[in-house]
T-cell receptor, first 117, second 110 residues
């Protein structure tokens, strides 16, 4: 089956630093990837839709200058949390859809737990 | 705005007992509804997908129903096993965008 790899699985950083999270589709090309965020005991919330070769589409309330998304190739999307603060501590997870599959056949990465001190 | 609610937030059952997980949504104009399983440190695994025109889907010990008129979906897991312990999420969406409930954390005790 399709595999989506996400790294790192866990990161701890100091306040003010930037953190990059990678999402790779290992055995298929993904023109579109999705980034979600989950705070403790809350729902997964869609942050943005990452489109290969074009700008990402951000959901309402998500700061595009803080959460930089780059989808430079058909197999890699990156999310950079710039100048991270403790309130950015959360679980971040990406998903992708193999071409030719059903519209809702999404595969998820294993997620990244970000802790900002 | 669509709101997705899952009750209960947590559930503990002895092995062998049937599990009933509930999901409710406020806007009946949905494209589809999915149930996922989330394990600690791992990604989400899709369990069942019900299209808006369908009433239920089955896979092995899992059965999910959908009632759009009442804004509800129920996931049944028959003869639960300790390996079924996980967090179960329901999600509504279309075109890859999903709106999730907060999940039900299930513990099946041997």
């Amino acid at each position: 089956g399709a595999v989506v790899s996400q790294h790192p699985s866990r990161v701890i950083c100091k306040s003010g630093t930037s953190v990059k999270i990678e999402c790779r589709s290992l055995d298929f090309q993904a023109t579109t990837m999705f980034w979600y965020r989950q705070f403790p005991k809350q729902s997964l919330m869609l942050m943005a839709t990452s489109n290969e070769g074009s700008k990402a589409t951000y959901e309402q309330g998500v700061e595009k200058d803080k959460f930089l998304i780059n989808h430079a190739s058909l197999t890699l999307s990156t999310l950079t949390v710039t100048s991270a603060h403790p309130e950015d501590s959360s679980f971040y997870i990406c998903s992708a859809r193999p071409p030719g599959t059903g519209l809702e056949k999404l595969f998820f990465g294993s997620g990244t737990q970000l802790s900002v001190l | 705005k669509q709101e997705v609610t899952q009750i209960p937030a947590a559930l503990s059952v002895p092995e062998g007992e049937n599990l009933v997980l509930n999901c409710s949504f406020t806007d009946s104009a949905i494209y589809n509804l999915q149930w996922f399983r989330q394990d600690p440190g791992k990604g989400l695994t899709s369990l069942l997908l019900i299209q808006s025109s369908q009433r239920e889907q089955t896979s092995g010990r899992l059965n999910a129903s959908l009632d759009k008129s009442s804004g509800r979906s129920t996931l049944y897991i028959a003869a639960s096993q300790p390996g079924d312990s996980a967090t179960y999420l329901c999600a509504i969406g279309s075109w890859g965008k999903l709106q999730f409930g907060a999940g039900t954390q299930v513990v099946v005790t041997p």
